[in-house]
């Protein structure tokens, strides 16, 4: 399995990204996937996750109501929509993916991880 994260970029705050992890996977539909980052100095840190499905999702709470994780299974591609950005949302977004049912929230919970993709939020 193989993940590639795309997307990010500089964005003032205020604005919008949406970054994308496409999958290569036989059973991209039988993946948990999820979304972490990673700042400057600071450990990562869980973001979203979203099921099998596409039809449950979790998030942290500093991004609640302001980032949706979907899937297009039919892609083998995950989204992260990110809104109302904030300097506080600058780092490195990591996408992960599991084979398992239940949403995963902690680093160790995810076997599989991409190469990260910058996202820089300028105040």
């Known amino acids: 399995v193989q993940l590639q994260a795309s997307g990010g970029g500089l964005v003032q705050a205020g604005g919008s990204l949406r970054l994308s992890c496409a999958v290569s996977?036989?059973?991209?539909?039988?993946?948990?996937m999820g979304w972490f980052r990673q700042a400057p100095g600071k450990e990562r840190e869980f973001v979203a996750s979203?099921?099998?499905?596409?039809?449950?999702?979790s998030y942290a709470d500093s991004v609640k109501g302001r980032f949706t994780s979907s899937r297009d299974n039919a892609k083998n591609t995950v989204y992260l929509q990110m809104n109302s950005l904030k300097p506080d949302d600058t780092a490195v977004y990591y996408c992960?993916?599991?084979?398992?049912?239940?949403?995963?929230?902690?680093?160790?919970?995810?076997?599989?991880w991409g190469q990260g993709t910058q996202v820089t939020v300028s105040s």
């Open positions: 996977a036989r059973t991209f539909s039988g993946l948990v």
């Open positions: 979203i099921s099998r499905s596409g039809i449950r999702t």
């Open positions: 992960a993916a599991d084979p398992s049912f239940a949403l995963k929230t902690q680093v160790a919970e995810y076997y599989y």
